[in-house]
């Protein structure tokens, strides 16, 4: 069992239809038909959303994204029309707001990795393999690949797993073409954004992209390159064969994880609220995080 603790109410906006509410972004529709996301500051974590926020994530994410883009917009273009916001929502909606263009969006999660880790540690230690693509022997937790690879998933519901799958199985389910220009570009985007990383003292260990079709061309849309969708680690604490370091959530799932939490990922119950001084430090790594990429300061 999993999903949402407490499912929040959506908040009601004149001329706005509430499309969804997803672990981090409220969607809804305007009267042009654009898509209006609202990045919240709930996190998730063993695919539940917690009872907890993260005060001020909704606002990094969304800035941190929108500098991403200026940043590949060569690359690809995004789904971003304008961050006004729309006549009559909320005061706390500001900087968290986006209003997109609506894509025909792919039915699958474009995860590049650099570094083995995660689900990628997992299965290679079953079978040497990640999404089929067959690795080296004695890679460890924290291994730099020999190069970049594209494994995909095909996303879940809220509460679900993603499915990682290899990469024939996406181009059965959209077409050889669209499935060899959403590898190409997931591996363009994520070695531009590397380097970039890398020049700021920071390891860019994989991160996921979603993308859609706008008048038959690709698209990048949802966020870009955030601590929600990226494994970011601090290069002068890399350490293969150990945890990195890192300014992602897994600094949350970490706790969730072990016996102070009193919980179990793998039981029924959902997860406990967390901690101050958890959600403080939380909070603290996200804005480190913007703060080294961007080199400028959180206000």
Same mark, same amino acid.
């Given at each position: 069992?999993?999903?949402?603790?407490?499912?929040?109410?959506?908040?009601?906006?004149?001329?706005?239809?509430?499309?969804?509410?997803?672990?981090?972004?409220?969607?809804?529709?305007?009267?042009?038909?654009?898509?209006?996301?609202?990045?919240?500051?709930?996190?998730?974590?063993?695919?539940?959303?917690?009872?907890?926020?993260?005060?001020?994530?909704?606002?990094?994410? @969304?800035?941190?994204?929108?500098?991403?883009?200026?940043?590949?917009?060569?690359?690809?273009?995004?789904?971003?029309?304008?961050?006004?916001?729309?006549?009559?929502?909320?005061?706390?909606?500001?900087?968290?707001? &986006?209003?997109?263009?609506? &894509?025909?969006?792919?039915?699958?999660?474009?995860?590049?990795?650099?570094?083995?880790?995660?689900?990628?540690?997992?299965?290679?230690?079953?079978?040497?393999?990640?999404?089929?693509?067959?690795?080296?022997?004695?890679?460890?937790?924290?291994?730099?690949?020999?190069?970049?690879?594209?494994?995909?998933?095909?996303?879940?519901?809220?509460?679900?797993?993603?499915?990682?799958?290899?990469?024939?199985?996406?181009?059965?389910?959209?077409?050889?073409?669209?499935?060899?220009?959403?590898?190409?570009?997931?591996?363009?985007?994520?070695?531009?954004?590397?380097?970039?990383?890398?020049?700021?003292?920071?390891? &860019?260990?994989?991160?996921?992209?979603?993308?859609?079709?706008?008048?038959?061309?690709?698209?990048?849309?949802?966020?870009?390159?955030?601590?929600?969708?990226?494994?970011?680690?601090?290069?002068?604490?890399?350490?293969?064969? @150990?945890?990195?370091?890192?300014?992602?959530?897994?600094?949350?799932?970490?706790?969730?994880?072990?016996?102070?939490?009193?919980?179990?990922?793998?039981?029924?119950?959902?997860?406990?609220?967390?901690?101050?001084?958890?959600?403080?430090?939380?909070?603290?790594?996200?804005?480190?995080?913007?703060?080294?990429?961007?080199?400028?300061?959180?206000?």
């Amino acid at each position: 069992m999993s999903g949402f603790v407490t499912k929040p109410e959506p908040v009601q906006v004149p001329g706005l239809v509430h499309l969804h509410t997803g672990k981090v972004r409220d969607l809804y529709r305007d009267p042009a038909g654009r898509l209006v996301m609202v990045a919240s500051d709930r996190t998730s974590a063993f695919d539940w959303v917690l009872p907890s926020d993260i005060p001020d994530k909704g606002r990094i994410l @969304t800035q941190l994204s929108l500098w991403w883009f200026d940043r590949i917009a060569d690359l690809v273009p995004n789904h971003v029309i304008s961050t006004e916001l729309p006549a009559g929502a909320p005061a706390d909606w500001a900087g968290r707001t &986006l209003v997109c263009d609506a &894509l025909e969006m792919f039915p699958v999660e474009c995860v590049a990795r650099g570094y083995l880790t995660g689900s990628g540690l997992l299965e290679y230690k079953q079978s040497r393999t990640v999404c089929g693509i067959a690795l080296p022997e004695g890679l460890v937790d924290g291994s730099e690949l020999p190069a970049p690879i594209y494994t995909p998933a095909l996303k879940a519901e809220v509460g679900d797993h993603d499915e990682n799958v290899p990469y024939e199985e996406t181009a059965r389910r959209i077409g050889a073409e669209w499935a060899a220009t959403l590898r190409q570009t997931t591996v363009s985007v994520y070695g531009r954004a590397r380097e970039i990383a890398r020049e700021r003292g920071i390891i &860019l260990a994989d991160t996921k992209f979603e993308f859609g079709v706008r008048d038959g061309e690709l698209v990048i849309g949802d966020e870009v390159l955030t601590p929600d969708s990226s494994r970011f680690w601090p290069a002068d604490q890399w350490q293969p064969g @150990t945890a990195q370091h890192s300014f992602d959530k897994q600094f949350i799932r970490d706790w969730l994880a072990s016996p102070a939490s009193g919980w179990d990922p793998r039981g029924e119950l959902p997860p406990p609220e967390l901690p101050a001084e958890i959600v403080e430090r939380s909070r603290a790594k996200y804005i480190e995080a913007y703060e080294r990429l961007t080199e400028s300061t959180w206000v």
